[in-house]
C-alpha cells in the first residue's frame, strides 16, 4: 500500500497568514494527488486536483504543487472560513490512501 | 447540480448487516467509477471500495473484504454498499463519492454497539 505521511498533523495562524502543508508518498503516484478541506460535521470538499489544478469555484488563494512523492498545499492570506481540516489523497494506485489530516486553528 | 444522497445507515449490534444506498443526480452516472470512503469519530478519511462503470470490476480495503459488497443500478442512478458481520470499529460516517474523488454526498451514519 502507497503511504501517505502527512505534516505537519496541526498548524496554528492568523488571518492573513500564509501556510504550507506537504504530503510525502511512499512511491511515485504521478499526477493523482488531490487536497482537500473539511469542516466540522461536513463532507470532505476538493480544492485541488492533479496536484496543482484548482476545483471550480474554489480561491485562487489555494494552489498544490509538487511532483513524485512530494506534494504542498499553500493558502496564502488566511480567511476566517479556511480554518478547517485539510488531507491529502493518492489515487494511484488502490487502496487509495489519504494522508492524516492536517488541523488549522486560529491563533 | 450533482448530488449524491447516502442513506441506510443507523444503529446496528455488533454481527449485524445494513444496506447503504446512495442517489445521483446531475452527472453521467453510468460513466463514472464510484467509491465509498469511511470516516471513524474524531479520525481521517479511510477509503473503503469502488465499483466501475458497468459494475464488472470492484475493490475493497483489505479491513472490509469478504464483509462488505458494492454494487450499482445505472438505472437507478444508484451505487449500494452491503455491510455485513459488522464490528464496533466499522462504527463510522460512510461517504458515497463519484469518480476519483471529484463529487462527495453528505453521508450516512453507521454506529455498532451492543
Known amino acids: 500500500d502507497i503511504q501517505m505521511t502527512q505534516s505537519p498533523s496541526s498548524l496554528s495562524a492568523s488571518v492573513g497568514d500564509g501556510v504550507t502543508i506537504t504530503c510525502r508518498a511512499s512511491?511515485?503516484?504521478?499526477?493523482?494527488l488531490g487536497w482537500y478541506q473539511q469542516k466540522p460535521g461536513r463532507a470532505p470538499e476538493r480544492l485541488i486536483y492533479?496536484?496543482?489544478s484548482l476545483q471550480s469555484g474554489v480561491p485562487s488563494r489555494f494552489s498544490g504543487s509538487g511532483s513524485g512523492t512530494e506534494f504542498t498545499l499553500t493558502i496564502n492570506s488566511l480567511q476566517p472560513e479556511d480554518f478547517a481540516t485539510y488531507y491529502c489523497?493518492?489515487?494511484?494506485?488502490?487502496?487509495?490512501?489519504f494522508g492524516q489530516g492536517t488541523k488549522l486553528e486560529i491563533k | 447540480e450533482v448530488q449524491l444522497v447516502e442513506s441506510g445507515g443507523g444503529f446496528v449490534q455488533p454481527g449485524g448487516s445494513l444496506r447503504l444506498s446512495c442517489a445521483a443526480s446531475?452527472?453521467?452516472?453510468?460513466?463514472?467509477?464510484m467509491q465509498w470512503v469511511r470516516q471513524a469519530p474524531g479520525k481521517g478519511l479511510v477509503w473503503v471500495s469502488r465499483?466501475?462503470?458497468?459494475?464488472?470490476?470492484?475493490n475493497y480495503a483489505d479491513s472490509v473484504k469478504g464483509r462488505f459488497t458494492i454494487s450499482r443500478d445505472n438505472a437507478k442512478n444508484t451505487v449500494y454498499l452491503q455491510v455485513n458481520s459488522l464490528r464496533a470499529e466499522d462504527t463510522a460516517v460512510y461517504y458515497c463519492?463519484?469518480?476519483?474523488?471529484?463529487?462527495w454526498g453528505q453521508g450516512t451514519k453507521v454506529t455498532v454497539s451492543s
Open positions: 465499483i466501475n462503470s458497468d459494475g464488472i470490476i470492484t
Open positions: 492533479a496536484v496543482s
Open positions: 446531475g452527472f453521467a452516472f453510468s460513466s463514472y467509477w
Open positions: 489523497l493518492q489515487h494511484n494506485n488502490y487502496p487509495y490512501t
Open positions: 512511491q511515485g503516484i504521478g499526477s493523482d
Open positions: 463519492v463519484a469518480g476519483p474523488f471529484d463529487f
